[in-house]
């Protein structure tokens, strides 16, 4: 989607629809609106909108459409709202025939900056425009949409990060939603690649020679019962300011989980397509970052493998090394995002950075305790963690925090190795996983955990997307390292 000024009035706009934004049945309409707002007004007043969040009408209007879009009430605002709400608005109007949109340059929304609802509104209309048709035979190219903020602007940068962005979700969007017969290790780490030649990245790809010489035993042991070999993606932005240390963001990759011999239910597996979106956060992220020219040199480091009960697959009880020396005896194959993760995260160590985060769909755990509403975030670290979550809650991605207690890494521990890769008491699910990943940190290093299982994707469809891949974590990333600069 194309996002452009103007300073002409928003009624002045010939636009095939304009998109106006009401927290309950209140307008958030800057002064100067009176007109708009009066008519505006009156139709909602004859009709069922509410206002509510997720809720969206079309109106009819002379020369153009209006869309109102909810926010919901005022007390149970958060910024996703309205990045959902504006990729709501986009995504009706587009099944309306709409291609051009227009919205105010600001809100009168106590909540937010104008800055704030830049970023949010032009990045939730973006995704407003993706859909997912690669394998629909009827399917027919999309045609291009457009978005004009309209009001004095004085600073673009907001609505800047907002293009760049916009772009890198929908970039990404169609390999995150890949069957695994489609996106096998290799064909992401090709992907990851071409991106990386296109952003002005670096790209470096470690196949299974590479990965043995290094004793990366976690990923390889996954992949072992796969006919797909792994692949260890490390992608590189170098920063405007090369010599400050490195952040490095992981992400778990796993192209399709059936659980290995430790076989998942099979209702509901053909989900586990989905078990690489820590992976494809990082490479939205790593693109936004990219698009950015963020300050901070920043490493992405993505483990892809496969995890499927071929006849050379793991086997409950059988002991692997990680890459930094520690054993681990896999008491169930299908704890398997941890074992790709503890190669990962000690290849990471190695760069020495200032900080690693790292995301997963790693426990059905964390969706007991957090539903789809938040994200898990665990760490060595107070100030990082702090300084995600502020990030979560102004990019509209919201993550909770779980305790670290050492009784969860003594929990790990195993009779037979350092480690085993599935808790003794089968309690506290996330926290144990993570316990078990910060034993490949060293201590001296600040590190985060980003569970985000039930956050990953979407199985039903909302207002703001189709079922599929939410690519959730990677606005909050960008926010955050943006705001090391």
């Known amino acids: 989607m194309k996002i452009t000024v103007s300073t002409k009035a928003l009624t002045e706009q010939k636009k095939d629809a304009l998109i106006l934004f009401f927290q309950g049945l ?10 708009l707002k009066k008519q505006i007004n009156d139709l909602i007043k004859k009709s069922a909108f509410k206002g509510e969040a997720g809720q969206v009408s079309i109106f009819p209007m002379s020369g153009t459409q209006i869309i109102v879009a909810g926010l919901g009430a005022a007390k149970f605002f958060y910024n996703g709202l309205l990045e959902q709400a504006a990729a709501s608005a986009v995504k009706a109007g587009k099944a309306a025939g709409f291609k051009s949109f227009a919205m105010a340059s600001e809100l009168k929304l106590k909540e937010l900056s104008s800055s704030e609802y830049q970023l949010l509104a032009g990045r939730g209309a973006t995704w407003g425009t993706y859909e ?11 045609p291009a949409c457009s978005l004009t903020f309209c009001g004095k ?21 169609d390999l995150a939603n890949l069957p695994g017969n489609e996106a096998p290790p290799v064909k992401i780490a090709a992907w990851a690649k071409k991106m990386a030649k296109e952003t002005g990245l670096t790209c470096q790809i470690m196949a ?27 992608l590189k932005h170098g920063g405007t300011d090369p010599k400050a240390k490195p952040i490095v963001l992981v992400g778990k990759t796993v192209t399709f989980d059936s659980g290995g011999i430790s076989l998942k239910p099979g209702k509901g597996m053909g989900w586990m397509k989905y078990d690489k979106c820590g992976g494809m956060a990082v490479l939205t992220a790593m693109q936004m970052i990219a698009r950015m020219n963020v300050e901070v040199p920043v490493i992405g480091i993505l483990g892809a493998a496969e995890n499927m009960p071929g006849s050379n697959a793991i086997r409950p009880g059988d002991i692997i090394k990680a890459y930094n020396g520690k054993t681990v005896e896999v008491l169930n194959t299908d704890a398997e995002g941890r074992l790709v993760l503890m190669d990962a995260l000690g290849l990471a160590a190695d760069y020495k950075p200032q900080a690693i985060v790292d995301l997963a769909t790693l426990t059905g755990a964390c969706i007991v305790a957090l539903g789809s509403s938040a994200a898990a975030v665990l760490g060595n670290n107070t100030q990082l963690v702090n300084e995600l979550i502020d990030s979560g809650i102004n990019a509209g991605e919201r993550l909770w925090e779980l305790p670290l207690f050492k009784d969860y890494t003594d929990d790990m521990k195993s009779d037979f190795a350092d480690l085993s ?3 003794k008491s089968g309690g506290a699910g996330t926290a144990t996983a993570a316990a078990f990943l910060q034993e490949f940190v060293p201590e001296d290093i600040p590190w985060a955990h980003l569970d985000i299982a039930g956050t990953a994707w979407l199985e039903s469809a909302k207002p703001y997307q189709a079922p599929g891949a939410t690519l959730f974590g990677a606005r909050l990333l960008a926010q955050w390292i943006a705001s090391q600069s």
């Open 26 to 35: 209140e307008d958030t309409l800057p002064a100067g609106n009176s007109v």
């Open 132 to 142: 997912f048709s690669t394998f629909k035979s009827d399917a027919k190219k999309a």
């Open 153 to 173: 602007i004085n600073d673009r940068s907001a609505i800047n990060a907002a293009q760049a962005q916009g772009a890198s979700l929908l970039s990404t969007a």
């Open 208 to 234: 299974k020679a590479e990965l043995e010489k290094k004793g990366c035993g976690g990923i390889l042991a996954v992949a072992q019962g796969s006919a797909q070999d792994a692949r260890m993606i490390i």
């Open 421 to 423: 890769n599935l808790s």
